[in-house]
């Protein structure tokens, strides 16, 4: 069975930071890209940022670029989202999720296979 857990989050003050991790396991996720989406009340999900296998391409939504960081580690199955400089806007409920490929990732994330349960981060002003 496939699962992917995220960890972090909670409750940060403007300008504060913090750390996502999501850790995968059920299968291999060679060569599978892994990101971050994200969901506020009332909104859509909304792609954050993926990487790559090879680490060596990742993509950035406009708004969280230069402020977050996405890396991985392929002996933990694990990736990270680093979010720095946080802004009551970044409130949302943030999930994990692994596809083969990037374009599902960044723009048709209903193809994307696989999904974390999501964890809170809630930014006050």
């Known amino acids: 069975q496939v699962q992917l857990v995220e960890s972090g989050g909670g409750l940060v003050q403007t300008g504060g930071s913090s750390r996502l991790s999501c850790t995968a396991s059920?299968?291999?996720?060679?060569?599978?890209?892994m990101g971050w989406f994200r969901q506020a009340p009332g909104k859509g999900r909304e792609f954050v940022a993926a990487?790559?296998?090879?680490?060596?391409?990742?993509n950035y939504r406009n708004s969280v670029k230069g402020r977050f960081t996405i890396s991985r580690d392929n002996v933990k199955n694990t990736a990270y989202l680093q979010m720095n400089s946080l802004k009551p806007e970044d409130t949302a409920v943030y999930f994990c999720?692994?596809?083969?490929?990037?374009?599902?990732?960044?723009?048709?994330?209903?193809?994307?296979?696989?999904w974390g349960q999501g964890t809170q981060v809630t930014v006050s002003s």
């Open positions: 999720a692994a596809s083969p490929d990037r374009i599902s990732m960044t723009t048709l994330k209903e193809r994307v296979p696989y």
């Open positions: 059920g299968r291999s996720f060679s060569n599978y890209f």
């Open positions: 990487i790559a296998w090879s680490a060596l391409t990742t």
